[in-house]
């Protein structure tokens, strides 16, 4: 693995893990990429959606209903 695929890894985790716990109604998916270097949209959906099977807007929504 390089070092720029295990940054965006690590990045991508950690953006999985804050939506996971977010509040829907205080957080959008757009910020919390964003605050983890992720500007261009459509390829960091792309991206989560590769590694955790969904897009991560369901995970803002689902991850705040099941308690975390």
């Not at 950690?14 to 992720?38: I, K, N, S």
Request: aromatic share 8%; no cysteine.
């Amino acid at each position: 693995m390089t070092p720029m695929a295990h940054l965006r890894r690590v990045r991508l985790e950690r953006v999985h893990d804050e939506l996971r716990t977010a509040d829907p109604a205080r957080v959008t998916v757009t910020t919390v990429a964003a605050r983890w270097g992720f500007l261009h949209q459509g390829r960091f959906a792309a991206q989560y959606r590769e590694r955790y099977g969904q897009p991560p807007s369901e995970t803002l929504r689902r991850g705040s209903a099941s308690g975390g």
